[in-house]
């Protein structure tokens, strides 16, 4: 059974940092490309970055370039969202997913609010 399981959200104040952690189970993590996404309340959700299944390529949203960066831990089956200089408008619930067979997989969601 796959599981995404998010962690690490929480209240920080603008220009703060965050670190997000997506633990995967039920499948062979290392063979497989893995994002993140967000979504807003009454916004749909959003592409945030994604990395391949070695972590030798990456790519991110144009609002997140060089503020977040996502890494990869194959031995521990986990995947890390590092968000720094964290602004208002990132405020988010946060979710990690990946497509396994045809199939979307999705974590029930990490919140992320960015305010003073």
């Known amino acids: 059974q796959v599981q995404l399981v998010e962690s690490g959200g929480g209240l920080v104040q603008p220009g703060g940092s965050l670190r997000l952690s997506c633990a995967a189970s039920?499948?062979?993590?290392?063979?497989?490309?893995m994002s993140w996404y967000r979504q807003a309340l009454g916004k749909g959700r959003e592409f945030v970055a994604t990395?391949?299944?070695?972590?030798?390529?990456?790519r991110y949203a144009d609002s997140m370039k060089g503020r977040f960066t996502i890494s990869r831990d194959n031995a521990k089956n986990t995947m890390y969202l590092q968000m720094n200089s964290l602004k208002p408008e990132d405020t988010s619930v946060y979710y990690c997913y990946t497509r396994l067979m045809s199939a979307d997989y999705w974590g029930q969601g990490t919140q992320v609010t960015v305010a003073s």
């Open positions: 039920g499948f062979t993590f290392s063979k497989y490309a």
């Open positions: 990395i391949t299944s070695t972590g030798a390529m990456t």
